[in-house]
């Protein structure tokens, strides 16, 4: 940055917004506060009766409800299995996953990538954020998720009688500043006052630990639809405090069902000599067939993908009969079982924790039922994962005890979460100035003193980043605001704090 030469340091006032989220006391609210597991694939939601966590059903009778957004001809507007089932033939108007677009720039590496796995129009807005696109109208990822969010609003105001305003909305641990406030948007769109927006791997150790009195550090491991998270916590007398965070944003069951969907477009290329990838009801049907294999293999170790009328040509009809074994699928996605593999060592070494002092290791996602994925973890950790805790529920149950813990029905319980990313500002030649490092627990605040970078200057731009790379274009920018009436002075002589 030109501004600023780096023997410096602020940040007090700016971007508190997010972190500084009193997890230390809260003021007791009125009413009821539901927990909100906002999911890639499927949401959840639950609330606190007495010292219990109750999952709530919804209209359809499922305890948890797809993200799923649809819009028909007629104008109307479809959320979570009623969405999910007409998208074979509505598949461009039908929204799904878009928990992975929230917050994200059209021209992010991760976006770029989606258009190329989706059926939907995923478009660039006037200030440059991935919007889509369905029946013609524009729909930030906010909206889509205030959506679904309204749906769990309206699960819980059934059941409860009465109108629900506060709620804690959980968020991947790797969810960054903008991510994280496009998600409390989506809230507030939905007509909820988001109290917290807190971490899901935080919740499901809330989860699991409430009722547990033995001291111990825990790993979380969470493979969900779109996200994977590993968190490191210590769990002492009520108090869970996390000592580290790591993940990928981008890595999930999406991923896996995608890799599914191309080896069977790419087999069926072989045989019949068409390419599925320009019809799009049949890759619709392939992308159910393949989420449906995915599941059925965790507990068989074969499957039968049978497609009749796929698709058709001049000769006729085309069917597909696919015969798939679980180690076949499991060699097709054992890349992506991989990728988890760094990011928890990263979270043992900032933890500075050896896999031998964890003791437990709780799986949380749907995608931890794969058993490739368990063996990964059990080499990973050296020990056998804990299943004392539902993988698709224990997000919504720890954010409804950490719900009545802002409403003062549950006691005795103190959460310490950390920052996921580090914190900074952009100095001299573009160099990215770390204030706050990743790990950190919050709410924190760091003062330091830079100073200016050329003779006379009397004004200095800040630009604060979010990330870990060296230099600061290369990470996220948050922010950034101009700093006036810097008295003239030599280079290096004004004290900036």
């Given at each position: 940055m030109s501004g600023i030469s780096k023997n410096l340091v602020i940040?007090?006032?700016?971007?508190?917004?997010?972190?500084?989220?009193?997890?230390?006391?809260?003021?007791?609210?009125?009413?009821?506060?539901?927990?909100?597991?906002?999911?890639?694939?499927?949401?959840?939601?639950?609330?606190?009766?007495?010292k219990q966590a109750k999952v709530l059903e919804n209209s359809e009778g499922s305890r948890t409800t797809p993200s799923v957004v649809a819009f028909t001809k007629d104008g109307e507007r479809l959320v979570g299995m009623p969405a999910k089932r007409q998208a074979v033939t509505n598949a461009?108007?039908?929204?799904?996953?878009?928990?992975?677009?929230?917050?994200?720039?059209?021209?992010?590496?991760?976006?770029?990538?989606?258009?190329?796995?989706?059926?939907?129009k995923i478009v660039k807005s006037s200030n440059g954020d991935a919007w889509l696109e369905a029946q013609g109208k524009l729909y930030s990822p906010s909206q889509i998720g205030a959506f679904v969010l309204t749906k769990m609003k309206e699960t819980a105001e059934n059941y409860l009688g009465t109108k629900v305003k506060n709620a804690v909305v959980t968020v991947p641990a790797y969810f960054n500043d903008s991510q994280r406030q496009a998600t409390k948007d989506a809230g507030q769109i939905a007509g909820l006052n988001v109290l917290r927006v807190i971490n899901e791997p935080t919740a499901a150790a809330l989860a699991y630990g409430m009722d547990k009195t033995e001291d111990k550090v825990i790993a979380v491991y969470d493979l969900g639809g779109g996200t994977f998270d590993i968190s490191i916590l210590e769990i002492q007398k009520g108090v869970f405090e996390v000592k580290s965070t790591n993940g990928d944003t981008f890595l999930g069951g999406e991923d896996f069902d995608n890799t599914l969907v191309n080896f069977l477009s790419s087999e069926f290329k072989k045989e019949q000599g068409i390419d599925l990838a320009k019809d799009t009801m049949a890759m619709q049907r392939l992308r159910e067939a393949a989420e449906k294999a995915k599941c059925?293999?965790?507990?068989?170790?074969q499957t039968d993908i049978n497609l009749p009328y796929l698709t058709m040509d001049a000769s006729g009809p085309k069917h597909m009969n696919i015969k798939l074994t679980r180690s076949k699928f499991e060699s097709i996605v054992e890349g992506l079982v991989k990728r988890t593999v760094g990011p928890c060592q990263k979270a043992l070494q900032d933890a500075e924790v050896k896999?031998?002092?964890?003791?437990?290791?709780?799986?949380?996602?749907?995608?931890?039922?794969?058993?490739?994925?368990?063996?990964?973890?059990?080499?990973?950790?050296?020990?056998?994962?804990?299943k004392s805790v539902n993988p698709d529920e224990a997000v919504a149950i720890g954010a409804a005890i950490q719900g009545g813990v802002l409403a003062g029905d549950v006691t005795d319980v103190l959460l310490l979460d950390v920052t996921p990313l580090s914190l900074g500002i952009e100095t001299l030649g573009g160099v990215f100035t770390k204030l706050i490092n990743r790990n950190t627990t919050i709410p924190t605040k760091k003062s330091q003193v830079f100073s200016t970078a050329a003779d006379g200057?009397?004004?200095?731009?800040?630009?604060v980043h979010q990330g870990e790379r060296e230099m600061a274009g290369d990470n996220k920018l948050l922010g950034q605001f101009t700093l006036v009436g810097v008295p003239p002075a030599p280079r290096g002589v004004p004290q900036i704090e």
């Open positions: 940040f007090n006032g700016a971007f508190r917004r997010c972190w500084i989220q009193n997890r230390f006391k809260s003021d007791k609210v009125k009413g009821h506060v539901v927990g909100i597991d906002l999911g890639t694939t499927n949401s959840c939601v639950a609330v606190m009766e007495g461009t108007n039908t929204l799904h996953a878009t928990k992975r677009l929230i917050g994200r720039r059209f021209e992010d590496a991760e976006v770029q990538k989606d258009l190329k796995s989706v059926p939907y059925e293999l965790s507990s068989s170790v896999k031998t002092d964890i003791g437990e290791v709780i799986l949380v996602g749907g995608m931890t039922r794969m058993p490739r994925v368990q063996a990964t973890v059990q080499e990973l950790f050296g020990r056998t994962p804990s200057q009397t004004q200095v731009e800040i630009k």
